[in-house]
Protein backbone atom coordinates (compact mmCIF):
# COMPACT_ATOMS: atom_id res chain seq x y z
CA UNK A 1 0.00 0.00 0.00
CA UNK A 2 1.52 3.35 -0.64
CA UNK A 3 2.15 6.35 1.61
CA UNK A 4 -0.88 8.29 0.54
CA UNK A 5 -3.32 5.87 1.03
CA UNK A 6 -2.16 4.93 4.68
CA UNK A 7 -1.99 8.30 5.49
CA UNK A 8 -5.68 8.77 4.09
CA UNK A 9 -6.67 6.03 5.73
CA UNK A 10 -4.71 7.06 9.19
CA UNK A 11 -6.65 10.58 8.77
CA UNK A 12 -10.21 9.16 8.19
CA UNK A 13 -9.60 7.02 10.45
CA UNK A 14 -8.54 9.53 13.67
CA UNK A 15 -10.95 12.20 11.99
CA UNK A 16 -14.06 10.11 12.56
CA UNK A 17 -12.67 9.14 16.42
CA UNK A 18 -12.72 13.26 16.83
CA UNK A 19 -15.32 13.57 15.54
CA UNK A 20 -17.26 10.96 17.74
CA UNK A 21 -16.23 12.16 21.01
CA UNK A 22 -16.17 16.24 19.76
CA UNK A 23 -19.43 16.38 18.02
CA UNK A 24 -21.53 13.00 18.47
CA UNK A 25 -20.74 12.43 22.09
CA UNK A 26 -21.07 8.85 21.02
CA UNK A 27 -18.10 6.39 20.04
CA UNK A 28 -17.84 2.91 19.02
CA UNK A 29 -15.05 1.76 21.29
CA UNK A 30 -13.55 -0.91 20.16
CA UNK A 31 -10.55 -0.50 18.38
CA UNK A 32 -10.27 -4.10 16.70
CA UNK A 33 -8.03 -3.16 13.54
CA UNK A 34 -11.54 -5.52 11.96
CA UNK A 35 -13.67 -2.83 12.76
CA UNK A 36 -12.42 -0.69 9.97
CA UNK A 37 -13.21 -1.08 6.34
CA UNK A 38 -11.24 0.21 3.68
CA UNK A 39 -13.06 0.23 -0.11
CA UNK A 40 -10.54 0.97 -1.93
CA UNK A 41 -13.00 1.37 -5.30
CA UNK A 42 -14.62 4.31 -3.36
CA UNK A 43 -11.65 5.74 -1.19
CA UNK A 44 -13.94 5.52 2.04
CA UNK A 45 -13.57 4.15 5.50
CA UNK A 46 -16.39 2.24 7.17
CA UNK A 47 -17.17 1.99 10.87
CA UNK A 48 -18.20 -1.66 11.57
CA UNK A 49 -19.27 -3.65 14.78
CA UNK A 50 -21.62 -1.16 16.47
CA UNK A 51 -21.45 -3.42 19.55
CA UNK A 52 -19.46 -1.71 21.95
CA UNK A 53 -20.65 1.86 21.74
CA UNK A 54 -21.05 3.97 24.44
CA UNK A 55 -22.65 7.94 25.04
CA UNK A 56 -20.08 10.22 27.35
CA UNK A 57 -21.79 13.03 28.81
CA UNK A 58 -21.63 16.72 27.60
CA UNK A 59 -19.90 18.03 31.12
CA UNK A 60 -17.48 15.31 30.35
CA UNK A 61 -16.68 16.39 26.51
CA UNK A 62 -16.30 19.71 27.86
CA UNK A 63 -13.66 19.40 30.09
CA UNK A 64 -11.82 16.86 28.07
CA UNK A 65 -11.66 18.88 25.08
CA UNK A 66 -9.81 21.58 27.43
CA UNK A 67 -7.80 18.94 28.61
CA UNK A 68 -6.76 17.42 25.19
CA UNK A 69 -6.63 21.32 23.73
CA UNK A 70 -3.88 22.38 27.29
CA UNK A 71 -1.77 19.22 25.83
CA UNK A 72 -1.69 20.80 22.29
CA UNK A 73 -0.89 24.29 23.40
CA UNK A 74 2.24 22.77 26.02
CA UNK A 75 0.18 24.29 28.93
CA UNK A 76 0.99 22.30 32.03
CA UNK A 77 -1.35 24.17 34.26
CA UNK A 78 -4.29 23.77 31.87
CA UNK A 79 -3.72 20.12 31.78
CA UNK A 80 -3.37 19.75 35.57
CA UNK A 81 -6.53 21.68 36.32
CA UNK A 82 -8.60 19.68 33.89
CA UNK A 83 -7.20 16.42 34.93
CA UNK A 84 -8.32 17.78 38.56
CA UNK A 85 -11.95 19.08 36.93
CA UNK A 86 -12.40 15.03 35.61
CA UNK A 87 -10.85 13.08 38.76
CA UNK A 88 -7.95 11.88 37.23
CA UNK A 89 -6.04 13.79 40.00
CA UNK A 90 -7.57 14.81 43.42
CA UNK A 91 -5.36 17.67 43.91
CA UNK A 92 -3.80 16.21 46.81
CA UNK A 93 -1.33 14.02 45.28
CA UNK A 94 2.63 14.16 45.46
CA UNK A 95 3.93 16.27 42.91
CA UNK A 96 5.76 13.66 41.89
CA UNK A 97 2.57 12.10 40.65
CA UNK A 98 1.10 15.55 39.52
CA UNK A 99 4.60 16.00 37.29
CA UNK A 100 4.05 11.77 35.57
CA UNK A 101 0.32 12.36 35.16
CA UNK A 102 0.91 15.60 33.38
CA UNK A 103 3.68 14.56 31.47
CA UNK A 104 1.80 11.29 30.19
CA UNK A 105 -1.06 13.77 28.97
CA UNK A 106 1.83 15.95 27.53
CA UNK A 107 3.40 12.92 25.47
CA UNK A 108 -0.43 11.69 24.20
CA UNK A 109 -0.89 15.34 23.06
CA UNK A 110 2.21 15.58 21.03
CA UNK A 111 0.42 14.47 17.91
CA UNK A 112 -1.70 17.75 18.62
CA UNK A 113 0.99 19.90 19.67
CA UNK A 114 2.67 21.18 16.36
CA UNK A 115 1.18 22.67 12.75
CA UNK A 116 3.14 19.95 10.70
CA UNK A 117 2.40 16.58 9.51
CA UNK A 118 2.93 13.54 12.49
CA UNK A 119 5.00 10.20 11.87
CA UNK A 120 3.20 7.95 13.74
CA UNK A 121 5.78 5.83 12.87
CA UNK A 122 8.69 7.83 13.82
CA UNK A 123 7.21 7.93 17.69
CA UNK A 124 8.56 6.41 20.85
CA UNK A 125 5.32 7.48 22.79
CA UNK A 126 4.60 3.80 24.00
CA UNK A 127 7.93 3.63 25.70
CA UNK A 128 7.90 7.45 27.20
CA UNK A 129 4.60 6.62 28.75
CA UNK A 130 6.29 2.95 30.29
CA UNK A 131 8.73 4.67 32.81
CA UNK A 132 5.98 7.33 33.93
CA UNK A 133 3.75 3.75 34.90
CA UNK A 134 5.32 2.69 38.29
CA UNK A 135 5.30 6.63 39.28
CA UNK A 136 1.19 6.88 38.57
CA UNK A 137 0.81 3.06 39.88
CA UNK A 138 2.46 4.01 43.31
CA UNK A 139 0.93 7.92 43.88
CA UNK A 140 -2.16 7.19 42.26
CA UNK A 141 -5.13 8.38 45.01
CA UNK A 142 -8.05 7.80 42.83
CA UNK A 143 -9.19 5.45 39.98
CA UNK A 144 -9.43 7.79 36.53
CA UNK A 145 -13.09 8.67 35.83
CA UNK A 146 -14.77 5.90 34.28
CA UNK A 147 -15.37 7.25 30.84
CA UNK A 148 -11.78 7.43 30.41
CA UNK A 149 -11.36 3.32 30.19
CA UNK A 150 -13.52 2.67 27.38
CA UNK A 151 -12.07 6.22 25.50
CA UNK A 152 -8.13 5.73 26.11
CA UNK A 153 -9.10 2.24 25.02
CA UNK A 154 -10.24 3.47 21.14
CA UNK A 155 -7.61 6.10 21.48
CA UNK A 156 -4.53 3.96 22.10
CA UNK A 157 -5.87 1.48 19.34
CA UNK A 158 -6.38 4.35 16.71
CA UNK A 159 -2.98 5.41 17.50
CA UNK A 160 -1.32 2.15 17.31
CA UNK A 161 -2.79 1.41 14.12
CA UNK A 162 -1.87 4.75 12.28
CA UNK A 163 1.69 3.64 14.00
CA UNK A 164 1.54 0.35 12.29
CA UNK A 165 0.31 1.71 9.28
CA UNK A 166 3.28 4.49 9.69
CA UNK A 167 0.80 7.30 8.59
CA UNK A 168 1.71 10.98 8.47
CA UNK A 169 -1.27 12.97 9.53
CA UNK A 170 -1.91 16.62 9.81
CA UNK A 171 -3.25 16.09 13.25
CA UNK A 172 -3.03 19.65 14.82
CA UNK A 173 -5.31 21.03 12.08
CA UNK A 174 -7.86 18.35 12.62
CA UNK A 175 -8.00 19.06 16.17
CA UNK A 176 -7.90 22.88 15.65
CA UNK A 177 -10.71 22.64 13.52
CA UNK A 178 -12.99 20.29 15.86
CA UNK A 179 -11.79 23.02 18.99
CA UNK A 180 -12.58 26.03 17.72
CA UNK A 181 -16.11 25.18 16.63
CA UNK A 182 -17.14 23.21 19.77
CA UNK A 183 -19.90 24.88 21.30
CA UNK A 184 -19.41 24.70 25.35
CA UNK A 185 -21.94 24.22 28.16
CA UNK A 186 -25.81 22.97 27.63
CA UNK A 187 -26.36 19.54 26.30
CA UNK A 188 -26.07 17.54 22.85
CA UNK A 189 -29.81 17.84 22.39
CA UNK A 190 -28.47 22.10 22.64
CA UNK A 191 -25.31 21.54 20.88
CA UNK A 192 -26.83 19.17 17.67
CA UNK A 193 -29.94 21.53 17.53
CA UNK A 194 -27.35 24.68 16.86
CA UNK A 195 -28.85 26.04 20.21
CA UNK A 196 -25.17 26.92 21.75
Known sequence: MDQETRNFICENILGL???????FGFMQT???????????????????????????SKDFVDKYIHLIHGAAIKDHEKVLHY???LGFLTGCEAKVMEEAHVDAIMILGEAFQEDKPFHFGNQDTTYRIQHLVPVML?????APPEESYSLHRKMSGVFLLCAKLNGIVKCYSMFQEVFS???FGGTWEDFHAGKL
Open 17 to 23: CLLELFR
Open 30 to 56: DPNWSNFFYNAETEQVALLDFGACRDY
Open 83 to 85: SQE
Open 138 to 142: SHRMC
Open 181 to 183: SYK
